[in-house]
């Protein structure tokens, strides 16, 4: 009996180890271990946690100032300079520094000395001068930026009508060049008096200026007979029909001398000897001084020139004949009716 007592006491007892082994009384906290913290918090939305972690706070770049260390010697000290701010300027900033600097280059060259014209060059001139050119343009003193190239040259142009070719360059800061090529006069026409004109070989009537040599001198009672204009006004074309009535010898500079005269002129001065005189009468037309002391016209009129001079040379040979000589003019401007006087 003993023995069955006590090994079902052990036994009982093994039992309650058991038991109080496998539970735990209450109040005693069980340990855990707490999983690791993510990174970033998700975000969460009334039930709804979203996918994608949000940051809750966003570190800002720091801006590292530079710093510059200045060595003193073989010492080996050095001095910290002071650090240079980073300046990020603006879209705004940078447009506005443009346009002060924009405003301040067009004030300079608007109102700068070194803009403003000293001096210019003329190149081509034989007998206009510098200051000639400088009183028509009034360039010096004016700021370069003012200064309009082809109204310059057509205001040279309308004042001296003996230029035949004009060319302006401009270049900075305050530099301009003129080229121009003159006309070179082949004939003086006197046309009564004090009045003179000269033609080059076009016929451009051209205002007595400087020296330009010998010329051929032709006497007159009126001016040139002119080119008709292509647009012609009423005053205007009374000027056409008596030039020398109405009009000064300023309008009739750069004008053109009729084609017919000039080929007469240029014919005659082939068929005439060295010595005789070009004239141009209002009434006779044109003519020459004979040598043996009268004058002789061929009219207005040249289209017949060449027969005109065969009847004057026959009206000679008569003249040598008879020995009868005219004492004033012989006029084969009608070649069915001439005259003498």
Known sequence: MSVNSSSSISRAEQ?????SQKTQPRGVP??????????????????YQATTSIPLRKA???????????????????????????INPGARLISAVLLVISLLALYTI?????????????EGIQRLSYGEFEAVLKLEGAQIIEFDPQQAAADLA????????IDISVGLPAEVTIQVVERQ???????????????????????????????????SDQIPPLVALPVVAETAQTANQ???????????????????????INDLLLRLPPESNLVYNSMNGLGWQDPRGWEVYIGKNL??????????????????????????????????APFYR
């Open 60 to 86: 800002k770049p720091t801006k590292v100032r530079k710093q510059f260390y200045y060595s003193l010697g073989a010492s080996g000290a050095e001095i910290r300079l002071p650090a240079i701010p980073l």
């Open 30 to 47: 069980v340990k855990k271990t707490a999983p690791a913290a993510p990174r970033h918090q998700p975000a969460v939305v009334r039930g």
């Open 15 to 19: 039992l309650r180890q058991r038991r």
């Open 242 to 264: 008596n030039p020398s009535a109405t009009t000064s010898p300023t309008e009739i500079w750069g004008r053109v001398a009729d084609a017919q005269v000039l080929k007469a």
């Open 110 to 122: 608007g109102f700068g000395s070194q803009f403003e014209v000293s001096n210019f060059k003329v």
């Open 185 to 219: 006069p082949m004939m003086a026409w006197e046309a009564g008096g004090d009045t003179w004109y000269w033609l080059d070989a076009e016929g451009v009537i051209l205002p007595p200026r400087g020296d330009a040599g010998e010329l051929l001198q032709i006497e």
């Open 158 to 165: 309308k004042a001296y009508p003996e230029l035949a070719f």
């Open 303 to 336: 289209e017949n020139f060449e027969q005109k001079l065969t009847v004057y040379e026959s009206i000679v040979a008569n003249f040598e004949k008879q020995g009868v000589y005219p004492q004033e003019l012989v006029s084969v401007e009608f070649i069915n």
